[in-house]
């Protein structure tokens, strides 16, 4: 492993930044494999606020969001 080396649990979760190469190594004494899922974007550059499944750039957006689902105006497609 390299100077920038990392160890990670079960469950954890790492934030890679910069650019370069990512190597991914198990333990040799490890009873399982691992897997990775490697997500990358450009920063939105906005507000960002959340509470549960919804993302939005407000708590009014999210309260919205809240009264559009319990009401049963999300996840429809109009005719």
Do not use: C
Request: aromatic content about 4%.
């Amino acid at each position: 492993m390299g100077e920038a080396a990392r160890s990670l649990r079960d469950g954890q979760l790492a934030v890679l930044t910069g650019d370069g190469p990512v190597r991914l190594a198990v333990a040799k004494d490890a009873k399982v494999g691992a897997e990775l899922l490697v997500l990358a974007g450009v920063p939105l550059g906005e507000p960002v606020t959340w509470h549960g499944p919804f993302v939005m750039n407000t708590e009014a957006e999210i309260h919205q969001a809240v009264r559009d689902y319990k009401s049963g105006r999300m996840g429809r497609i109009a005719r």
